[in-house]
Every structure is written in C-alpha cells, then in structure tokens.
C-alpha cells in the first residue's frame, strides 16, 4: 500500500507557474505507475498526466499538452507536475494517483491509491 500526499498549489495569475509535488510513503514508489487529475467544482475529475514506472514515458492531456510537465525522482518517492502558462480553465483540485499493475492510463478507475488533493486557483 502506499500513501500520497500533494503540496504545492495556490492561487497564481494567468500566465503564470507552479510546480505540484506528491510525496509517496513506503519503499515501493518505483514500482507504480503515477498520475495527476484535477477535478473542478460542478465537472468530473479529468486526466491531466501519467509518468511510468522509470520515469521514461510520459502521457498528457491535450488541454495541458506544451504547458505541463510531469516529471519523477525515484530515489525521493515524488512525483511532480510543472505547470506553466496557466489558465483560468486550470483551475481545479489536482490530484496524484498511483497505479500497481498495468502501463500508462488516462482512465482514473485503473489508478488504486489517490492523495487528498490540492487547490490550484488560476485568476484572470
């Protein structure tokens, strides 16, 4: 089992940046897949990133692509989300996930552990 706690948000003018971490307990964080998804008041939680295992692979939505960057350290058991560009649209709670079994995926169903999330405000 492993458990995810995010960091890092707040609120942040349009255009701006912030940078996401989710720290992972336990000795097998390179074992799983990671994902971050944001959910915003009134919509359903939607795929924003996936990173592999190694770190090698990487998946994004197309409303984040060329502006996020998910990225991995192994050796510290985190995983980060670069937000750049920012949008009032990015506005959400960003979550990480880990999935034990499986590739990449933009399904949150296939992800088995999840943080409690942290607020990105993105003010015009």
């Known amino acids: 089992q492993v458990q995810l706690v995010e960091s890092g948000g707040g609120l942040v003018q349009a255009g701006g940046s912030l940078r996401l971490s989710c720290a992972a307990s336990g000795r097998t964080f390179s074992t799983y897949a990671m994902g971050w998804f944001r959910q915003a008041p009134g919509k359903e939680r939607e795929f924003v990133a996936a990173i592999s295992r190694s770190g090698n692979s990487t998946y994004y939505a197309d409303s984040v692509k060329g502006r996020f960057t998910i990225s991995r350290d192994n050796a510290e058991n985190t995983v980060y989300l670069h937000m750049n560009s920012l949008k009032p649209e990015d506005t959400s709670v960003y979550y990480c996930?880990?999935?034990?079994?499986?590739?990449?995926?933009?399904?949150?169903?296939?992800?088995?552990?999840w943080g409690q999330g942290t607020q990105v405000t993105v003010s015009s």
């Open positions: 996930a880990a999935r034990r079994w499986g590739s990449l995926s933009d399904y949150d169903r296939d992800y088995d552990y």
